[in-house]
């Protein structure tokens, strides 16, 4: 048995919990939109042809903001293309994912979805193919009155109201060679300045995200931040970063601790936006859009003798990247979770990728059923549960060897503090793969609490690390009873299973 120390003191606080931290992200990519969110014909389907059940699983999930239409997919894509009748609309091929698109689901049904599950919208514009008079032009269409022409066809497509879109992306991981119109950091810079001057021209109450860094490890990657905010600083709100994760040859240890990596990543990008912003003498503050991070088994791209992977011949949304997840990709989800929650001070945005099927918590079959991933559930219980003030922890913990990063905390935690209902919340992760971890956590300020509900995420009795959730048992990784989360002496004392992510949720004991 290991043993770790967390103390809380009601005093020391990040931030505010930012709601939009808890975002998904929807691309026209294998089936995320089609037989994903949207498919005419399903026995669930409404009338307008969204599946009621994924909406349901969308709804039980939470998020709170939700990025469309890509991704590398709108690198090259005509948002025209997406609005007036389905009919009259064209069949065009997507280069980014070598498949047909039929634009059969665009701007329109995409706000009526996104108000059907109570999401915010994160519109991203192609900077690619295309610059700034067709970014103008939507945001033009989008949230103008009416009486121009953009705002009218709007109108005249069956929408007289404007979407009232606030947050728009620059465009998509520009600074990678993969991507259409890719550009260099200067390239980018100016053309982010100045579509972004043009679009606040049109509609002064967006909030704008300029394009960063596709991964740490890119060759780019600071000098690309910096070069772009030295252009762009005053004309945007935020910068992306974008991260993508998975075990390499049987290194779970190294996998359990990559949120150390993730820890590092943001602290990077911080520092190079307050760089730019004293060597400018800025007084606004650019915070950061994590517009994109998962679990994603990146191997066999680009051939046709894997189903799951990008195809060599022209589909219409054809299974792709649909990993599925295991106990393991859970707690490293969660801890991803926490180290969000962490930076929430300077990290306002995130957005997991993708909602439904593509890397997705959430499964669907075409005609058939749909179900929640192991990683669903961090999630779901952080986005319901994680409110009020963000609360700055010691964490004293054993440690684990990592190939990769070393010893690190075999414990890695966030909490929340929430004044207004008197609850505290400890999000908890053991990454030891076989050693219980003895947790105490020190409670100060906080008056006189009681634990309300304590539960993990761990491997099911009689499985193993790589059980996953599978269509025949979709239910089989879940949350369930964390036994023995007490109160003693003004200490939360509990013990945590191996290979776990934990949620104790406290709150002020009424005499």
Known sequence: MSHARITIDRDYTIADVPRRLFGSFVEHMGRCVYTGI??????MADERGFR????????????TVVRYPGGNFVSGYLWEDGVGPAADRPTRIDGAWHTIETNAFGLHEFVDWARAADVEIMEAINLGTRGV??????????????????????????????????????GNELDGPWQIGHKTAAEYGRLAQETAKAMKLVDDSIELVAVGSSNRGMPTFGTWEHTVLTHAYNEVDYISMHAYYQEHDGDAASFLAEAVEMDAFIEGVVATI??????????????????????????GLDTDDQPHQVSKSWRTHPRLIEDTYSVTDAVVVGTFLNSLLRHGDRVRIANQAQLVNVIAPIRSEEGGAAWRQS??????????????????????????????????????AAATWDEETGRLVVFVANRSL??????????????????????????????????????????????????????????????????????????????
């Not at 669903?376 to 054993?398: D, K, N, T, Y």
Request: glycine share 6%; with cysteine.
């Open 133 to 170: 008079e067709e970014a103008r032009a939507l945001v033009e269409y989008a949230n103008h009155p009416g009486g121009t022409y953009w705002s009218d066809l709007r109108s005249k497509n069956g929408a007289a109201d404007p979407f009232d879109i606030k947050l728009w992306c620059l």
């Open 38 to 43: 949207y498919e005419p014909g399903h026995p």
């Open 375 to 412: 990683t669903f559930w961090p999630f779901e219980r952080m986005a319901r549960l994680a409110r009020g003030q963000i609360l700055r922890l010691a964490v004293s913990s054993s440690q684990i060897s990592t190939k990769r990063y070393g010893d690190v905390d075999a414990v890695d």
């Open 52 to 63: 009621k059940d994924v909406l349901s699983l969308v709804k039980e999930m939470g998020p």
């Open 434 to 511: 076989e050693e219980s971890n003895d947790l105490t956590v020190d409670l100060r300020g906080l008056g006189n609490l009681r634990v309300k509900n304590a539960e993990t995420l761990t491997v099911p009795e009689d499985g193993d690390r790589f059980t996953a959730n599978l269509e025949s048992a979709p239910d089989s990784v879940r949350m369930v009873p964390l036994p023995g989360a007490e109160i003693v002496d003004g200490a939360v004392r509990a013990s945590l299973p191996p290979l776990s992510w934990s949620v104790i949720e406290l709150e002020v004991a009424r005499s």
């Open 274 to 299: 307050d760089a730019v912003k004293i060597a400018g003498r800025h007084t606004k503050q650019v915070d950061i859009s994590f517009d994109e991070w998962n679990v994603w088994y990146q191997s």
